[in-house]
């Protein structure tokens, strides 16, 4: 049985990173999304991570061997625990490959997990989460970027920080 970690923040889920977990989820058995929820950078995520992961279930609901959890903690710990051989990253441009790199070499010097990379779709390449969070704010059209169920909670997360600010 070939298992495979996709981790990430997911704040929130890209139709970037469904693209790389549908892939994954071709090449092996079994995939589980892991949501990083490291506690010192709650207050800098939009999302807590039980909707990230809510979010991450709807997303992969049409995938039947892709699950999806939360660790905390090393990567590679939740691998062992697991039973996961490989790590996939998506790789969108050679700016992402210096720091993959060291992460995957770090992550293998730690255990005997590998990291399988996976280039971006080229319609994805421009596409993070960290970008469609700063257009939204300012009333750019995300739509086609993020699941439309997506789209919903964060145009509505928004609306609540914006009002909560403004009072
Ligand atoms: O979506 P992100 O922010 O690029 O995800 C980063 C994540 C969660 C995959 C990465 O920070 C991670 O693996 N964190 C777990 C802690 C860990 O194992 N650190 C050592 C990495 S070599």
């Avoid at 997911?10 to 994954?24: K, Q, S, Y």
């Avoid at 992961?53 to 697991?82: I, W, Y």
């Avoid at 993070?128 to 257009?135: D, F, G, N, Q, T």
């Amino acid at each position: 049985m070939s298992r495979a970690v996709c981790p990430g923040s997911f704040d929130p889920v890209t139709n970037g990173h469904i693209d790389i977990v549908a892939r994954a989820s071709s090449l092996f058995d079994e995939v589980v999304v892991a949501v990083g929820v490291n506690k010192s950078k709650a207050r800098a995520r939009l999302f807590t991570p039980e909707e990230r992961m809510d979010m991450l279930r709807e997303a992969c609901a049409k995938f039947p061997n892709v699950s999806v959890a939360g660790f905390d903690g090393l990567l590679t710990d939740f691998c062992q625990e697991h039973d996961i051989q490989a790590i996939v990253k998506g790789l969108r441009a050679v700016s992402d490959f210096d720091y993959e790199l060291q992460m995957a070499q770090m992550n293998s010097s730690l255990t005997e997990v590998e990291t399988v990379f996976i280039p971006t779709s080229p319609e994805y390449s421009f596409l993070a989460s960290s970008l469609v969070k700063e257009v939204a704010t300012f009333g750019g059209d995300v739509s086609g970027l993020v699941p439309d169920f997506v789209l919903d909670r964060l145009t509505r997360r928004l609306r609540e920080r914006a009002e909560q600010t403004d009072s």
